[in-house]
């Protein structure tokens, strides 16, 4: 069964930092591109950032202006994403999802709160 | 940067037709994948490339594009025949954006069944 979990969020103040994990399983994980998605209480879907199965090509929106880093361990099938300088509206639940065509799977999420 | 307009709500009687249009310039040159999210819970693939169904997504779900004829001009479409209470849920629409290496998410639709 295709399985990704997410953990690492928590609590933080603005301008600290997080990393997130989502731990993959169920699938070989070297030839799946990722992504991380987040959602904001009450709001809809915000996509982040994509990697591909090698790393080699990596994408973020535009409103992270470079906070964020996206990264890959395939010898531990996992996916991460350092979060620096973070503001209260990085407030949201962060989804990893697989897929470079399309997101055919999600992880549950796992929330992430900035506040003073 | 590309943007994807979806009405912010849809409402339908039990056993009837849903549409849930998804607008963005020049779509039928997208792919466009569609989410099913309920409360609480992960988005889950219903569409991908415009109207394929992942295994296990009833046949009452479909899906067209502005390129082929079920829909016309720059709209692509969600389509849920027979609705039942168990549709109820967040729709959003999404496709790739290749100008600008972006993922694009509509602003998602509230899916009410009366």
């Known amino acids: 069964e295709v399985q990704l979990v997410e953990s690492g969020g928590g609590l933080v103040k603005p301008g600290g930092s997080l990393r997130l994990s989502c731990a993959a399983s169920g699938f070989t994980f070297n030839t799946f591109g990722m992504n991380w998605v987040r959602q904001a209480p009450g709001k809809g879907l915000e996509w982040v950032s994509s990697?591909?199965?090698?790393?080699?090509?990596?994408y973020y929106a535009d409103s992270l202006k470079g906070r964020f880093t996206i990264s890959r361990d395939n010898a531990q099938n996992s996916l991460y994403l350092q979060m620096n300088s973070l503001r209260v509206e990085d407030t949201a639940i962060y989804y990893c999802a697989r897929g470079q065509d399309n997101f055919d799977c999600w992880g549950q999420g796992t929330l992430v709160t900035v506040s003073s | 940067s590309y943007v994807l307009t979806q009405p912010p709500s849809v409402s339908v009687a039990p056993g009837k037709t849903a549409r849930i249009t998804c607008g963005g310039n020049n779509i039928g040159d997208k792919s466009v994948h569609w989410y099913q999210q309920k409360p609480g819970q992960a988005p889950v693939l219903v569409i991908y490339?415009?109207?394929?169904?992942?295994?296990?997504?009833p046949e009452r779900f479909s899906g067209s594009n502005s390129g082929n004829m079920a829909t016309s001009g720059n709209t692509a479409a969600l389509t849920i025949t027979g609705v039942e209470a168990g549709d109820e849920a967040d729709y959003y629409c999404?496709?790739?954006?290749?100008?600008?290496?972006?993922?694009?998410f509509g602003g998602g639709t509230k899916l009410t069944v009366l």
């Open positions: 490339n415009d109207s394929d169904r992942p295994s296990g997504i």
């Open positions: 999404q496709v790739w954006d290749s100008s600008s290496y972006h993922w694009v």
């Open positions: 990697i591909s199965y090698s790393s080699r090509y990596i």
